[in-house]
């Protein structure tokens, strides 16, 4: 098992940027792909990114494409999600996954984090 800590979330504009960390430990770091998702009030919990353990492969939803930017640091065992361009629809909790499987970690991944809120006022 990997502990996931999350931070960063926030209250931001329309247009705004936000960056958030998940802080992991417990289990060799490298060994894992990291992934993000997020849950919306009233929603089921969607995919936003993920990025392999080497970090030269990355994967996006659609609706996140060219204003996130996943990206890991594994000297500091700490994954990022930098969002900008942000909406009223990216309000959410996020959530931080890991998985030591890359197919694995952006569909069912067997570590969670326990989230943070980001809110995107219109």
């Not at 919306?40 to 996130?68: L, Q, T």
């Amino acid at each position: 098992q990997v502990q996931l800590v999350e931070s960063g979330g926030g209250l931001v504009q329309a247009g705004g940027s936000l960056r958030l960390s998940c802080a992991a430990s417990g289990r060799t770091f490298i060994n894992y792909a990291m992934g993000w998702f997020r849950q919306a009030p009233g929603k089921e919990r969607d995919f936003v990114a993920a990025i392999s353990w080497s970090g030269g492969n990355s994967y996006y939803a659609d609706s996140v494409k060219g204003r996130f930017t996943i990206s890991r640091g594994n000297a500091k065992n700490t994954v990022y999600l930098q969002m900008n361009s942000l909406k009223p629809e990216d309000t959410a909790v996020y959530y931080c996954a890991a998985s030591p499987r890359t197919a694995v970690v952006t569909t069912t991944p067997e570590n969670w984090g326990q989230g943070t809120q980001v809110t995107v006022a219109s």
